[in-house]
């Protein structure tokens, strides 16, 4: 998963984005990681519903994949 995250593709973004919805904590935490360099709303989106996830490493990879989109330029 981590060699889709540079890529700005919606299609990559798409994937990403369900994979943030997997019941497997380690899919939804990497995924959370990828997240962090789409640019797109979607993106976003998804990492604002990672926030608040069961799994306490998921919800802190997605506050600091936020914080990294807001650094970026």
Do not use: I
Request: aromatic content about 2%.
């Amino acid at each position: 998963m981590a060699a889709l995250g540079p890529s700005q593709d919606e299609t990559v973004t798409a994937v990403l984005v369900a994979r943030a919805g997997d019941v497997d904590p380690g899919v939804r935490y990497r995924s959370a990681w990828s997240l962090a360099r789409r640019a797109s709303p979607t993106a976003r989106a998804a990492l604002d519903r990672l926030t608040t996830d069961t799994d306490a490493e998921v919800r802190d990879a997605a506050l600091k994949a936020l914080d990294l989109r807001t650094r970026s330029p």
